[in-house]
Structures are given as C-alpha cells and as structure tokens.
C-alpha cells in the first residue's frame, strides 16, 4: 500500500492554480492539506488563487445537495482494490472519498493551518473549538484571514494587500441583532494580535460575520462604523 502521507517529490508538485482548486475541491489531505493551508496564510497570490477557485465552486455546490453513500459502498471498493495493484486508483479513491465528504469546508480549513502553527504542543483531554474567519471584498489583492481563540480571548488578524489611506483599517463583530461592534482597529499589514474585550466574546459564533470597515485614526474603538465595510467574512466554529 503506499503511503498517504508521503509528501510529493518536487518534480510532483503542482502548480498553484492546480494545489488551490484542490484545496478548495477537498481533494488534499494529511501533510499535503497542512502545507497548502500554511501556504495560504503566507502566500498572497496563492491565497488569492484559493479565494478565486472557492468563488468559481461556490455556485455549483449550492445546486446539488450533500448525499452520503452508504459506508457499504467503500468498503466494498476498497476492500477489491485492496488485493490488486492499484495501489494509485486507492491513494486517488480516497481522495475522491475526502472530497465528497468535505467540500465547501474551506473556511475550517484555514483553522487547521493556525492550529498547526509554531508553538508548544499541549496535550488535551478533547479538541478546543477555534473560530475563524477569511474576509474578502471589492479592494483588489487584499487578503485578510482572522482566528480567535476562547481559551484565551486572543484574536490574531493577518492582513496583506492593503492599500495606503488617510483611514486605518477597524474590525467589528456583527451578530445576529445586525449591530456592529468594535473590536478594535488593526495594523495595516502583517499580523495583529488582540485581546477580545470581555463583553463581546459571547459574539463570537458561528451566526455572527466579521467587517472590516476603514475609521479615521483613533485610540479608542469607535461607537459605530462611519461608512460601508470594505471586506466582510462569516465565522466558522471547529
């Protein structure tokens, strides 16, 4: 059997417009979904390629509804391949597997990269849920990925693409009520890291949307946006 998690050699690898539409597709997994993930985080114009295969394959899944086949069917499959020489036609029906299963997960995805990120590995009784968020909008090139933390109320902002202005880019948080609320202003580019404010933690579910709207320059958070956001994106619980 071959081993899945066996990275490409590099006369294997794909192109980037080939590695986003099947990250986007649901067709990576294992070591090659980690690295494609961080790549998006530190890439703009792979991230930018993702976000543009995700809004090409956004439409064709909201006609279809998810079917699941019954677990008989794979077995089935496999357990034929299994005493062949298809060793290819397995690692690739598995894949296959992956996709229909989770596709239009893009944004869980992105979770994954930050949860795989540089740090000390702590072992846990259970999973700790991360919200996430990719924000996109009308400003060309600009890529901006949020992840929060509850067990620490940190909230980390990665931001390329933004353009120079007399305004500074300010986050809020809209739940359900439709009212935003500041969480803050960011930096304009590279990564911001803030401490959600005690009152608006409870905000952060998966019915609630981040903003990005562009503030005059201020200490404090402002009471209310002073015009239209400029990038907007829904959060996802994992």
Not at 85 to 112: E, Y
Not at 157 to 171: F, Y
Request: charged letters at 25%; glycine letters at 8%.
């Amino acid at each position: 059997m071959v081993d899945e998690t066996e990275p490409l050699k590099d006369d294997e690898a794909p192109d980037d417009e080939t590695l986003a539409a099947e990250l986007v597709l649901g067709l990576l997994d294992g070591d090659e979904k980690a690295a494609a993930l961080r790549k998006q985080l530190s890439d703009p114009v792979f991230a930018k390629a993702v976000d543009d295969w995700n809004r090409r394959v956004d439409p064709l899944y909201q006609e279809f509804q998810d079917v699941e086949p019954a677990a008989s069917v794979w077995d089935g499959i496999e357990s034929r391949l299994d005493g062949g020489t298809f060793d290819g036609t397995i690692v690739q029906l598995k894949r296959w597997r992956l996709g229909a299963i989770v596709s239009g997960a893009l944004a869980a995805c992105l979770a994954l990269a930050l949860i795989v990120g540089p740090g000390p590995f702590a072992p846990t009784s259970e999973p700790q849920s991360v919200a996430v968020a990719q924000l996109t909008g009308d400003i060309e090139g600009l890529v901006l990925a949020v992840s929060y933390d509850p067990q620490t109320a940190e909230m980390r902002v990665d931001v390329d693409g933004m353009p120079e202005t007399e305004t500074e880019p300010e986050l809020w948080i809209v739940d359900r009520d439709g009212v935003p609320r500041s969480l803050g202003q960011i930096g304009r580019d590279g990564i911001s890291q803030m401490t959600v404010p005690s009152d608006h933690r409870k905000l952060i579910n998966a019915a609630a949307t981040l903003q990005l709207s562009m503030e005059p320059p201020s200490e404090i958070p402002h009471a209310k946006p002073t015009g239209e956001p400029v990038a907007t994106g829904k959060i996802t619980i994992i």
